[in-house]
């Protein structure tokens, strides 16, 4: 069976998948408020397209697949998607990144979907700042949607936060009392220069302050690699409380030695890094049901995958067209 395997050695086993470019908010650090232009239906890959692009990712080795957005749920049938795929591949790690907004009308069925693990944005606890950085949420479905997760025994729940000086580096404390409180893990995220438009260096906050700012800072170690989550994060466990937390620094610390990764967009094309300026088209492969095209492809392609996001950034880009 052929490996991704790049030039740098490293073993490309996990994988990012848009199911939609659309989102029910308009983050200030994802998209513009106004003026995007969203696909239309039939330029985004169909389920059935997303799962015969599973199948032939499935024997390269890939064993995790992550959905991503736009806000994946607000693409009709996702969850009876995910529950045939994991039917299919009963091995094979799913995940789901959202922002939370619609757990309450689908954590049950997620659960019952088998999902592996599901990751929640949630930038601050205060409904004023909330409704300001997401332009359209209400927290408090948020918020209900993380309990509801939690009720329905999804596992490996982990809340996103980007910490943005000035807008949420006071909340840390509260943040982490809240994760504790729900039963989920909390991630601290380094603010990332992926757009030029909302790029602001001096709200940039690198991960050696951020373990700095968490409560009883002396107590913070560490976690073994072997016993940390796998993963961007480096985990860190209080010595006096045993809680843990994550702290994913890709821009101070970069991750990239380490990186596992690919990212297929809504309309089928293959990235090699998050901020690699060039995409490559696979749909007229996945249409034509030509695996081993599809494979040559995909192995071609993973040659070219840079050795650091830093050697090929790309200037103006949105989050909600790329997918995290």
């Known amino acids: 069976m052929d490996r991704l395997i790049d030039d740098f050695g490293r073993n ?66 996702l969850v009876s998607f995910l529950k045939e795929l994991n039917g299919e591949f009963p091995e094979m790690k799913t995940a789901l990144t959202t922002n939370g907004s619609m757990l309450g ?51 490996n729940i982990k809340l996103n936060t980007v910490l943005i000086r000035g807008f949420n580096d006071g909340e840390i404390g509260d943040l982490m009392a809240f994760a504790k409180r729900e039963k989920v893990l909390l991630r601290l995220i380094e ?33 073994k690699p072997d016993s940390a989550q796998a993963g961007p994060a480096k985990y860190y466990r209080n010595e006096k409380t045993g809680d843990s937390i994550g702290i994913i620094t890709a821009v101070s610390n970069h991750f990239c030695k380490y990186c596992n990764r690919l990212r297929v967009s809504a309309t089928g094309k293959l990235r090699t890094c998050l901020f690699a300026p060039v995409e490559i088209p696979m749909r007229p492969l996945i249409l034509n049901e030509d695996s081993e095209g599809l494979k040559e492809l995909i192995l071609d392609s993973i ?21 995290g």
Request: net charge negative; with cysteine.
């Open 303 to 323: 040659k070219n995958k840079p050795r650091c996001w830093s050697d090929v950034r790309a200037g103006h880009q949105h989050m909600s067209g790329i997918g």
């Open 12 to 77: 490309l086993n996990y994988v990012r998948i848009s199911v939609t470019d659309r989102c029910n908010y308009r983050c200030k650090y994802c998209m513009p408020a106004e003026g995007v232009e969203f696909l239309e239906h039939s330029e985004i890959m169909r389920y059935e397209e997303i799962s015969f692009l599973c199948r032939v990712l499935w024997e390269l080795g890939v064993r995790k697949v992550r959905f991503t957005g736009g806000e994946p749920l607000v693409r009709r049938d």
């Open 191 to 223: 603010f990332m220069p992926l757009e030029d438009d909302v790029w602001n260096e001096d709200a940039f906050i690198s991960g050696e302050e951020i373990l700095k700012m968490l409560p009883e800072g002396d107590s913070w170690q560490a976690e």
């Open 105 to 155: 009308q689908y954590a049950e069925e997620l659960a019952e979907a088998n999902l592996h693990s599901l990751n929640i944005s949630l930038d601050t606890l205060d409904p004023v700042k909330f409704a300001d950085v997401t332009r359209l949420g209400n927290i408090e479905n948020v918020i209900s949607g993380i309990r509801a997760a939690v009720r329905a025994g999804i596992r």
